[in-house]
């Protein structure tokens, strides 16, 4: 990935190597500061560990329990969750079929829950208030499995969905809007299934924020569709050959090579500016989902769409880890955290696996046809996208071990993934570049309510007794 990052960091398997040691060496020190006796807000009291000891080796069950704990793993999880739609956009960009990408990503993101399960969930003696993970799969849980189940179904259905909707409207706007739906409709039913733990007058106000940052994220990508236009039509009008919108086959496509450095988002000398006719024409020229000729109507519609999705898998995850409809049966423990997340993780990974190798030969919004033969000798990239799905693995697993303990409400917090996107398509795809004073004024706005929004919403944490 040749951008400005440092040449250490231009091989996807490093990078999965030294995300899963950071993350491992990060509880490690967690679990030595846990032996100093410091104040509420200090490092080691922000997570609290179970009193079990895990026979001779000393290592215990983590379990997250304070308001401060819960926040500290919101921010990893917000990092993470904003870090793996760049990974997949940057593929996209490149030429690599979404199928291929989505395939790869999605064995990586059910790792990640394995992992988590057999880590988190496994450490410890079992008990019958606290089962591990291996004890509660043969337990009589189905009811919560099932709601577990269900949420993996909507995250799934949500997450392929924002892979087309990126090509459309491109990554920041595509974060906020669906982020922005999932804390509206999410939020308001997590509240009222943990009991209204949250402080109403604070969360409400903060839904209220994405609210307005739905609105202003729309109006920024009409904006920026328009400024587009105006660049092609202008373009045409200058170009000596007429070259336009339909005069994209004029410029040469360069092959995607994942080790290489010819990239189109290093905005290297010789190449299109970011921002420019001649990059916007190139860039459809190289990806894989054309655009062209859409109308904003389509990216706007998948957006949405994938909100709504969003919106679901944590109410469900919340179902599934708390019983709140009391459907299991009595002397049934609820399930853990890291057990609900595995089963939430393994029909995401089914429902996946079977959308994206039937669009393999039958796909979608005219991108290309491929076969599962194909896409086993497509390597070009695809490091990226294993690495795309470990990181959203683990942030998910963040999410969900902060909303136990503080409220699912108060971690839709982490829906604040689209400061960190934003970041990522302004820096690294020059998304916005060379855009109007009306599109970057809109864009400063919603970013700011955004922010507010999250904010509050980090305020109004409670905690689950």
């Known amino acids: 990935m040749d951008i400005w990052w440092p040449q250490w960091w231009l091989s996807p398997k490093k990078c999965s190597l030294f995300f899963l040691f950071s993350f491992f060496f990060l509880l490690k020190i967690l679990d030595t500061l846990l032996k100093f006796d410091m104040d509420y807000w200090s490092l080691p009291k922000l997570v609290i560990l179970s009193p079990e000891r895990v026979l001779s080796s000393g290592l215990k069950m983590y379990m997250v329990e304070s308001k401060g704990g819960a926040i500290v793993c919101m921010l990893f999880s917000l990092l993470l969750l904003g870090t793996w739609p760049a990974l997949l956009t940057l593929l996209e960009r490149r030429g690599r079929l979404p199928q291929h990408t989505y395939l790869d990503y999605t064995i990586t993101n059910l790792l990640a829950a394995v992992i988590i399960a057999l880590t988190f969930g496994q450490f410890g003696p079992s008990t019958p208030e606290r089962p591990n993970f291996l004890t509660q799969l043969s337990q009589d849980n189905w009811p919560s499995v099932l709601f577990a189940m269900a949420g993996g179904m909507v995250l799934s259905l949500g997450n392929l969905s924002t892979q087309y909707a990126w090509a459309f409207v491109g990554l920041s706007v595509t974060e906020v809007v669906s982020a922005s739906i999932t804390v509206v409709i999410g939020t308001t039913l997590n509240y009222y299934l ?65 080790g290489s450095t010819n990239d189109l988002e290093d905005g290297a000398p010789g190449k299109a500016k970011f921002g420019t006719a001649a990059f916007l024409i190139e860039l459809e020229n190289t990806r894989s989902i054309k655009v062209f000729g859409k109308g904003t109507f389509i990216g706007l519609a998948i957006t949405f769409f994938a909100g709504i999705c969003f919106s679901m898998f944590s109410p469900a995850f919340n179902l599934a880890t708390n019983d709140q409809w009391h459907t299991l049966k009595d002397g049934v423990p609820h399930l853990t955290v890291y057990t609900a997340f595995f089963y939430f993780s393994s029909f995401c990974f089914v429902i996946a696996m079977v959308l994206n190798l039937t669009f393999l030969y039958y796909p979608i919004l005219n991108a290309p046809k491929s076969s599962f033969k194909a ?48 970041f990522w398509g302004v820096i690294l795809f020059g998304e916005y570049r060379r855009s109007s004073r009306k599109t970057y004024t809109l864009l400063a706005g919603m970013l700011f309510m955004f922010t507010a929004a999250v904010a509050i919403l980090m305020a109004s944490s409670g905690h689950r007794k």
């Open 194 to 258: 943990d009991d209204k733990i949250n402080k109403a007058e604070i969360l409400f106000s903060g839904v209220a924020c994405f609210l307005i940052a739905v609105c202003l994220g729309s109006a920024v990508h009409s904006s920026n569709n328009a400024d587009n236009k105006i660049k092609l039509d202008n373009f045409s009008n200058d170009s000596k050959d007429g070259v336009g919108t339909n005069g994209i086959s004029s410029f040469k496509q360069r092959k995607f090579n994942s």
């Open 375 to 422: 896409y086993l000798n497509d390597w070009n990239g695809r490091g990226w996208a294993l690495l795309a799905g470990l990181v959203c693995g683990f942030g998910n697993g963040l999410q969900f071990m902060g909303g136990q303990a503080a409220g699912y409400a108060a971690a839709d917090a982490v829906q604040a993934l689209p400061l960190v996107s934003t």
